[in-house]
């Protein structure tokens, strides 16, 4: 819970509050106090009749996981809440991967005897729920509010310690999360040269595709990938040279031997390339000369021969100039 002096005004520097308001009723409602540096998306309000409860997204760089909120006023029905709770976390649960639950459930786990918390440990059961609290969080020796976890992929919480300087009869659980970061998704990205395709033959590729009963978007994008691979073929050299770059940037980050290493396999990698296709493109050139005329023109173009001109003699001992005309 939170009282009302709980305002944006009073909180921390670098941090930010989200809040989810009880109107009409006593006390402030339920809020999230995170870090600036850390993406929330806004409060999704599941609270139901016997609790008040969000639910929120949590995101850092490539990790994330869906953060559960509940309170449960010690006034409310058990078997009411277990029934209103099931469905929630059923509808949860099966959209999200990595699920953590903290809340004050005013149920005393700690005696798993009375009804109560059987009803609880029945649900975490069900649930595949995981509960991490195990020290008294109430002046009077009870465990009342938990830290729960679903998770499809290895997560792990761990809990430090149990804050007992605050001035309330409850305490503050401190803990930390720990959850594995998702695998670094590997794309391979094809350049083609666009500008280079000749629109009359791609009209003419369009025009020869065979009528299909298929799917019409798998069937057109299939052509179009067949037609592209023959017009535009992929150009290697620019993605060598952009694993090039990469690795260069990591070597000097780190100044490691072994990057310096692979850094430089990787430019002889774009060297052969290069000299591949300065190979295919000038054996490409000279095939389709008719005339040793053709292969000469075209040999002084890829030289950058220029044609030699011949400019007027000049005596520089008398200053005159000597101009030989033909007629």
Known sequence: MVSMIAMPSET???????????????????ALIQSSAIHTT???????PSFEGFETNISHKKCSICLVAIYRPPSSSPAKYFNEFSDVMSSIIATCNDIIIVGDFNIHLDTPHIPSAKGLISIMD???LYQHVHEPMHING????????????PVHVQVNEVDRSVSSDRFAVLFKLYFDRPPNVKRKFCVRKWKAIDIAALNDEINRLP???GDPSSVYTQCMNSITQRLAPPTEIVIEKTKCHR????WRRGSLTVDREIYQSQCRQLRLSRDK????FIHGKLRNTSSPNDTHTILNHLLHKQKRVDLPQHDFSTGSLSLSLVV
Request: glycine share 8%; net charge positive; aromatic share 6%.
């Open 247 to 250: 690795l260069e940037r990591k």
């Open 211 to 213: 009528l299909s009963t």
């Open 126 to 128: 069900d649930m595949n």
């Open 142 to 153: 009870h465990t009342l509010d938990f830290v729960m976890t679903f998770s499809l992929t």
């Open 42 to 48: 806004p409060l999704c309000n599941i609270s139901r």
């Open 277 to 280: 296709a300065k190979s295919d």
């Open 12 to 30: 921390p520097t670098g941090y930010a509050l989200k809040h989810l308001p009880r109107p009409n009723r006593r006390g402030g409602g339920l």
